[in-house]
């Protein structure tokens, strides 16, 4: 419960509390902190990005949560939070993609598309009106030969990690990953650690049915998401 002096300061967007903070901002990043687990990983041969699902009944088809997005042929992205807000931004990306693509004839820069997006993030904490958006992405891509993954804020920073996690799991992700990453992995490697990072995330509740992979190849330049089997090889070789 907030002291009686502060209600007033979380009521609208626009308002600075006294001492600097938008608590609208803030509870978007709770939304976010209370998310599914979502990791991204740079190595030798491009980005990987992992998602945990998390099934929470039986009966749902694991098939219909989509956490994992193709923006571009050489871009994707993972999220956490509101899936509905997820989906938004999504969308938005995929048209300034192809807007990039008829004015100039060529793929979108993986940072330009990502400094957009957090534009447009930005602008729903600076006016009345409307909320944050409760839901961080991960943004991996290939520009110009190079491998890149940025991460999102609700306020719209914008970060760029060689290895990081969003959602309820990211302090166990960044600290098996402050101890582990290696920047010459391959994509093997990679795949291996960011589940490693996953089950300590879960606290060892991993299902494979509820896990979702990405990568974009340096060599193709292309994203891609992995086939189910493709999926159950590597969580197989990571439980033996």
Do not use: W
Request: glycine residues 10%.
């Amino acid at each position: 419960m907030q002291p009686q002096y502060q209600m007033g300061y979380d009521r609208a967007i626009t308002v600075f509390s006294p001492d600097g903070r938008l608590y609208q901002v803030e509870y978007a990043r709770e939304a976010v902190k209370r998310g599914t687990t979502a990791v991204g990983i740079k190595c030798s041969e491009g980005v990987v990005l992992i998602v945990d699902k998390r099934v929470t009944s039986r009966l749902l088809e694991p098939v219909s949560i989509e956490k994992i997005f193709k923006i571009d042929m050489h871009i994707g992205v993972a999220s956490s939070g509101l899936v509905g807000d997820a989906r938004s931004l999504v969308d938005r990306a995929r048209v300034e993609s192809q807007i990039n693509r008829v004015s100039y004839n060529e793929p979108i820069n993986v940072e330009i598309l990502a400094k957009k997006l957090c534009d447009h993030m930005q602008t729903y904490t600076q006016f009345g009106g409307a909320r944050p958006y409760g839901t961080a992405l991960l943004i991996a891509g290939v520009s110009d030969g190079e491998a890149r993954l940025f991460e999102t804020d609700p306020s719209g920073t914008l970060l760029e990690y060689k290895a990081t996690g969003i959602g309820t799991g990211r302090p166990a992700v960044i600290k098996t990953f402050e101890d582990e990453y290696q920047e010459d992995a391959d994509f093997s490697g990679a795949i291996r650690l960011g589940i490693k990072a996953l089950h300590a995330a879960t606290e060892g509740k991993l299902d494979v049915s509820a896990i979702e992979i990405g990568v974009v190849s340096i060599e193709t330049g292309e994203f891609r998401k992995m086939e189910k089997d493709e999926v159950k090889a590597y969580v197989d070789q990571f439980e033996e």
